[in-house]
């Protein structure tokens, strides 16, 4: 069982830059591919960005050039570094772990932390 937990939400101003982390429990998490996902308000949760184990990255074009996955397996902890940051880009914010290295499927989530971007 892998338990993943998100901080680093708030409030911010358009233009600002932000940093969310995921931390997560288990002894493999440098076997795991983890990624970002989205909800904003009356949305469906989407895409955000990814990185594998191998440190191979994707992004939703909507975010691409202005954030950036890392990840650090010696604390165990992904990371989501927002910068430009726009007003729609105002959601709840997951992280994900998907375990398998040969099928991505996102069985492990976070319970999200709120990212508001104010015009």
């Known amino acids: 069982q892998v338990q993943l937990v998100e901080s680093g939400g708030g409030l911010v101003q358009a233009g600002d830059s932000l940093r969310l982390s995921c931390a997560a429990s288990g002894r493999t998490f440098s076997s795991y591919r983890m990624g970002w996902f989205r909800q904003a308000p009356g949305k469906e949760r989407e895409f955000v960005a990814t990185?594998?184990?191998?440190?191979?990255?994707d992004y939703a074009d909507s975010v691409k050039g202005r954030f950036t996955i890392s990840r650090d397996n010696a604390k165990n902890t992904a990371y989501l570094q927002m910068n430009s940051l726009k007003p729609e880009d105002t959601a709840v914010y997951y992280c994900a772990a998907s375990p398998s290295r040969l099928v991505v499927r996102y069985d492990y989530w976070g319970q999200g932390t709120q990212l508001t971007v104010s015009s």
């Open positions: 990185i594998s184990w191998s440190g191979s990255t």
